[in-house]
């Protein structure tokens, strides 16, 4: 998928005009790409439109106007683009209770390490995290992770007789979730199309 470039970011105020309808559709696509593995971890797909609301999101929250710091958060935010043959995905651990946090990260310590995958008939892809999220007694309730295949694995998700799910192997927390027939093509069209097409969902 083609990265985002600072061209393609709109500036404060062109965004504000176009705001409400942007945010109504990724608000829509996030509900499609977001799936819940068990009943705290909830995994969202993204994309070029996800990450583009993001940046310009954020610009709109903490002012942003200089071109160089623009430049700086696209080049950050350019790590959550899927590369050729990879999806990408944020998880999180979603826990209401304020007081129930930091017991339940302690818990799904090593969530990072061999225990989330993307299972393909009887195919397991693992989860790559990315770094600087977790440590050996602590882990973020906000983690990165991208899922890597092979030519012949992507066509996979376009063929509804192959089961695809999602899968989480942790000695605390355990659960599988099948993508659904809109996610898999959602996800297909993003490995396999022109990612500079104006296609939503």
């Keep these: 998928m083609k990265p985002i470039e600072f061209s393609e970011i709109k500036n404060i105020i062109d965004y504000e005009k176009i705001r409400n309808d942007f945010r109504q559709r ?10 819940k593995i068990g009943e705290m971890v909830t995994l969202t797909f993204e994309n070029r439109y996800t990450v583009t609301f993001q940046i310009e999101e ?11 710091k623009i430049k700086d958060e696209v080049e950050t935010y350019n790590e959550l683009i899927p590369r050729d043959n990879e999806l990408t995905a944020t998880l999180f651990v979603e826990v209401d209770e ?3 946090i930091k017991p339940v990260l302690d818990s799904l310590v090593g969530l990072n390490k061999d ?4 299972k393909m008939g009887e195919k397991l892809i693992p989860a790559v995290f990315e770094e600087g999220h977790a440590t050996d007694d602590r882990i973020s309730a906000v ?12 066509s996979i998700l376009a063929d509804p007789s192959v089961p ?5 192997r942790h000695k605390n927390y355990k659960a599988e979730t099948p993508l659904n027939e809109r996610l898999r093509r959602a996800l297909h069209r993003d490995i396999t199309e022109d990612s500079s097409v104006n296609v939503w969902i």
């Design 164 to 168: 695809v799910s999602l899968i989480i």
């Design 115 to 118: 225990s989330v995958y993307m």
């Design 58 to 68: 954020m610009m709109r929250v903490e002012r942003i106007v200089d071109d160089e």
């Design 143 to 154: 983690q990165y992770v991208r899922f890597k295949f092979s030519l012949g694995e992507t």
């Design 98 to 100: 304020q007081s129930k």
């Design 26 to 35: 990724i608000i829509e696509m996030k509900n499609l790409r977001r799936l």
